[in-house]
């Protein structure tokens, strides 16, 4: 059973920038969709990125133009930059891979991202 450790998060002003990282191990890394999701207080979790294994990405409509999906299949790493946050993205980070709309592996405890002023 593949580890999912994410980090990266944090206090960050509206209009300002993270980069999350999500290490895995105990899978075959290169062989899986991975993707990033995120639950805020009182919300379900929700599918916010990923990235298959050919490359393309696909985003929410709600990141779509401000968070950018990349991955090193060397490095068994997945990250999530994020520009322009707002107080909206205010959440617990997860990710975790995937096989059509079902996440794949036991998620990890996620990190933190605030976006208050």
């Known amino acids: 059973q593949a580890q999912l450790v994410e980090s990266g998060g944090g206090l960050v002003q509206p209009g300002g920038s993270l980069r999350l990282s999500c290490a895995v191990s105990g899978s075959a890394f290169s062989l899986v969709n991975m993707g990033w999701y995120r639950q805020a207080p009182g919300k379900q979790r929700e599918w916010v990125a990923g990235?298959?294994?050919?490359?393309?990405?696909a985003y929410s409509d709600s990141v779509k133009g401000r968070f950018t999906i990349s991955r090193d299949n060397a490095k068994a790493t997945v990250y999530l930059q994020m520009n322009s946050l707002k107080p909206g993205d205010t959440a617990v980070y997860y990710c975790?891979?995937?096989?059509?709309?079902?996440?794949?592996?036991?998620w990890g405890q996620g990190t933190q991202v605030t976006v208050s002023s």
């Open positions: 975790n891979a995937f096989r059509g709309n079902s996440p794949l592996f036991e």
């Open positions: 990235i298959y294994l050919s490359g393309n990405t």
